[in-house]
């Protein structure tokens, strides 16, 4: 069988270039590039990439806020036959070391402001890999902008289809992170599937605001530029420059999490703004409370509200809440249907498919599908046994296709947007000298979804600020536990286990 | 690498059953079948397939007009793991013979009433496969509704990603037709991109018309199931009937080639009846004359316009032009923008791209490509080279991407060194008012080369020199008839395509 070319994801920049070069691509800051600068620059990258021996699969690690360079680095990428490894800059040095051992990359491009976390990125990393810094020279190191200067623009090494593209790391159920495999195919497939879903449009202007290293930005701004958008940046979210960049730059497509939606509304300026321009806010990656949905609605009444619900391991959202869907008594506290990509059920224990109403775990299927955890062929056997993703959460879907996720891996905290595995959190706490046993559990806060709740056993005195000071040394900020209860004893099952279901009820009542 | 289950074509089907399996699937004159009946049949006749020895990869022939019947052979054939293979309904006994020896199917599903082609068929085709009758039984052979009424329902032989899903027999340009290669991912791919192409609606009704053993209608089926859509079918195109059909089931959606949306207009009870139902009309396969298309705008102010140019090489249109494009002056005379799933460039004839404005051969590359021509390694590697389906027509794009399909490649008329499109001098011929409709055709000419022949079908009174004159007001002299015929009708193909071939033929015999 003749084979052609599949899906690549430089296809939207070729696109970009046929359609409207010298249309604006990004705005970051003061800076405004077209697409025909961008890919100038995407061609440039993918020569110094290579010069710094990237050869095709090999993989380049970028640690970044969001901004241009980003989108240098991503396309340019991909231009050299590369695999991007989007590290999360909220991660400790540790957790970011823990990806270049696991991935290997051949290059790590690093944004000057988090050059403090080098020396102790350096130590932790056996193989490390030649460092350039990017938004800023930095003595002792290359230079982003002066290599691309200097570079000239590289022909392109068309990887495609099943090639991957990027490696996604996410917090496993069992620890430490692993590197969720994505191919050129599965994010375009579900970029196609987003900019299709009826709830973008040609010609929009999107801003930035989470972070790309995360899936849903990532797949967010894949989806916006196949429907030809120019692209704000904002290194960070705060409210009020948010605000103001929808307004000065007319934005009319956004992404937020829960939290982020909850802190627009807040804020002094949002009413002194005329954002009438907004015509999509996607939100996802937690539950919303109704109050501040239905508050949001009142807000911006013109504005069509996009849930997604959705991981790391499938591309982005696999089911869409629409606008009609938020203005439907019942439709609305369900977290959507199933986008056309993807396959959607629920099974029961034994992977047979439940009847509508019946709650089970949901699993999918379809190109979307990561292709497996880098490294970790038991656990990508596991997860994708009989061809389905098993996503952990449990749910039930109604006669008509929406589905209801309930609970999710019963160990996972969501704060803030971001996944906490409780587990992890659990290590860090139990390596204290004075914690004889603990349990981590989510316990519901209007702002932040979840907050990270610690029940722990002493067996020497500490204080709760002691053990969260301690947890700050080894994890990311945002997985530190937010409270802390001592107590004498766990409850614990006939088996021995700790009944964690009963910790979070009691985290609950006891708000 | 783990692989999980990619695109596979019962997905809609499924999705169908789990987001409203009492919804209306099918219409067939007064047959009503929902989703949950449909699958039920699906499932039968995989049971029937499978006792007929149709193992995962093999073909399964089906001679038989548009109805629900075909809905059972197509996704009962991909429940089956087979390749459905539909052959065109209006070929002579001789053309199905070549369709069936080149791709010996394991058994032939056949309407009653291709009977009387039955003898001739056998007779052409030595390993001739076991023969089932639909649409009634007829003695001496398996009845489909019997077999169907006596099956059990399979399971699922799941068949995806670049397993081959059919094989649709196309005209050749020398000659004999061959064997399309199209993937389940193909197929889905394509479909996701044009029911996501923002023309297309959830709950829909779709009326089809055009043939569904040709590409445009079948992906049409498959794109608007995905939109949830419910199909009404018509054996024919009887353009009284399609009227009385769509005011009847409330039809949103139609796909028609621009002789029946002539025909339509030209009904007496066109004006008789309510068709405000009618949302969206796709049209294609064919270029449709400016003044037709400026007719049915006028005539269906509320209708969205959508014209879809592709082959059956790329599982349908690779460019739409969107309804917002109709109203646009210069973009209205063009073939509209590359869908997302393909990318699409104009090379020189040595394959080397060509800037905006200058025209080159068109091709196109993406998961929607067919794998190849059956059997036929040579062609399939000629077509694909590079990675590029050459689809052997002239264009060029503008600036914005939107592309001009000046001629086919083999319809481009040369005469006294000068190209000459026929397309441009059939857009001449239609405006003048007694043109019904024409077509213009190189013949051969010892002085000339060729010179321009045109065809003509008149509604009212007119001589040759006056079409001449006509044209020579609007067109360069060179590109001007030197002679006109005229014809009661144009021979067409099923498709509802001009045969230019025929034509062509015709005028070099010195008809």
Redesign the interface.
Known sequence: ???????HLT?PL??AL????DAVATIDGARVRTWRETVARVRRAADVLAGHGVAPGDRVALLAPNGDVFVDLLFGTMWAGGVLVPVNTRWSAAEIAHALVDSRPRVLVIDHGFLPLLPAIQVAVPQMPPVIVSGGAASGFDDWEALLAAATEAEEH?RH??D?AALLYTGGTTGASKGV?LSH?ALL?YA??L????ES?PGACMLHTAPLFHVGALSGLLASL?NRARHVFLPAFEAGAVIAAIAEHRVSDLFLVPTMVQSLLDHPSFAAHDLSCVERVYYGAAPIAPALMDRAIAAMPRVGFVQGYGMTETSGSVALLKPADHRHDTRVRSNG??V??I???IVDAGDRELP?GERGEIVV???A????YWNR?EE??AA?RG???HTGDVGW?D???YVHVVDRLKDMILTGGENVFSIEVEGALSCHPAVAQCAVVGRPDDHWGETVHAVVVLRDAATADELIAHCRDRIARYKCPRSVEFRSALPLSAAGKILKAQLRDEAKDGR
Chains 1, 2 share one sequence.
């Open positions: 069988m003749t084979r052609g070319v599949g899906l296809q070729h696109r046929r359609e409207g070069a068309l289809g099943d991957l495999m195919r497939t196609m599937c900019a299709g879903s009826g449009a196949l249907r199933a056309m990509a396959e959607m059920k509508a299927r379809g190109d599908v990561m292709a497996g062929p990508s056997a994708l061809g389905w993703m879907m006669a008509d296709g």
